[in-house]
């Protein structure tokens, strides 16, 4: 299994982006795919997971402003994420459980300022 994050990029507080997650290989039985982040300084956080039955997560600090959600038929993943603040700036990595191993992807930085 191999996830391909795309999507990020610089934008000013206030703003949207979207990042994608591509998934191959066998995922089929895949448990959930997720987003996470990781800030300068700071430990890898939960963003937002999707169970491959479409139930979904987030943490508070991004619910209401960040939406996941997925094509199971296309293995792949999104994080549609609207009033960006600069506490978002982070490198986002998108991740796997499948049948209790984890996968990741690359990571795709987010950078918000102004």
């Known amino acids: 299994v191999q996830l391909q994050a795309s999507g990020g990029g610089l934008v000013q507080p206030g703003g949207s982006l979207r990042l994608s997650c591509a998934a191959s290989g066998n995922i089929f039985s895949s448990n959930y795919m997720a987003w996470y982040r990781q800030a300068p300084g700071k430990q890898r956080e939960l963003v937002a997971i999707r169970t491959r039955s479409a139930n979904t997560n987030y943490a508070d600090s991004v619910r209401g402003r960040f939406t996941i959600s997925g094509d199971n038929a296309k293995n792949v993943v999104y994080l549609q994420m609207n009033s960006l603040k600069p506490e978002d700036t982070a490198v986002y990595y998108c991740?796997?459980?499948?049948?209790?191993?984890?996968?990741w992807g690359q990571g795709t930085l987010v950078t918000v300022s102004s």
């Open positions: 991740f796997l459980l499948k049948e209790g191993t984890t996968y």
